[in-house]
């Protein structure tokens, strides 16, 4: 397969990883229709830094590693596991609290924590790096040219961010804002139980290895 080929294959089947339902897109959007619209722009662009990262990694074969290094895999599902349980788990305890900051800090530092939240919650599911590694080692060339190297990263950040803003600004739109005001309580703990049981199944599949 041509490297010009492969690339656009990698692209299209980490497009559909990306629109995929996982932790990433329930941080996203809860934080666009929770907070703002510029905390889920700012969760959205930590999720392409995250995409960065993992191509990197698998571009240095991290793949090979895990599924060589089989109590690597194990450790990282766990703790990629038990730190969303206890992201879902500061979800849940602030469901009942009503939404009060000012325009000006949700701005500035709320941004800034919605970037660090979800930049973590990319990084925490090492599933997403184990799907980036087996994609590179599937469908890359064993020596691919040069400018595979620069051209893959940031077309992976325009597909990782690109992706997540169309959430954000779909989820923070007047009327699910308005909807989530009124249904706060219910909305965050279900995200709540599905981040948990995202968490749980990382867990309990721990030592199963592969995707």
């Known amino acids: 397969m041509p490297a010009s080929t492969a690339i656009i294959t990698i692209l299209a089947a980490l497009l559909l990883g990306a629109m995929s339902p996982g932790p990433s897109f329930v941080i996203v959007a809860r934080n666009s229709i929770g907070l703002s619209r510029g905390d889920g722009l700012a969760t959205a662009l930590a999720m392409g830094i995250g995409g960065v ?12 590693l895990l599924a060589t290094v089989e109590w690597l895999y194990i450790g990282l599902k766990v703790a990629g596991g038990l730190y969303l349980i206890y992201l879902a788990s ?6 009942a609290k009503p939404l009060a900051f000012d325009a000006a800090q949700a701005a500035t530092t709320n941004a800034r924590k919605s970037f660090w939240i979800g930049l973590s919650t990319q990084l925490s599911n090492p599933k997403t790096a184990v799907y980036y590694g087996s994609i590179f080692a599937a469908l890359l060339p064993q020596h691919p040219p040069l400018w595979c190297y620069f051209a893959l990263p940031p077309a992976i950040f325009t597909i990782e961010a690109g992706w997540y803003t169309i959430v954000a600004l779909c989820f923070s739109s007047k009327r699910p804002r308005e909807v989530y005001l009124q249904w706060k309580a219910w909305i965050d703990r279900v995200a709540a139980s599905a981040v948990t ?10 030592h199963k290895v592969g995707i």
Do not use: H, P, Q, V
């Not at 990262?53 to 090979?64: H, P």
């Not at 500061?90 to 469901?95: L, V």
């Not at 049981?197 to 599949?205: F, P, S, V």
């Open 53 to 64: 990262f993992f191509s990197g990694i698998a571009l240095l074969g991290l793949y090979t």
């Open 90 to 95: 500061k979800i849940w305890r602030g469901a």
């Open 197 to 206: 049981a995202l968490g749980l199944r990382l867990i309990l599949t721990a």
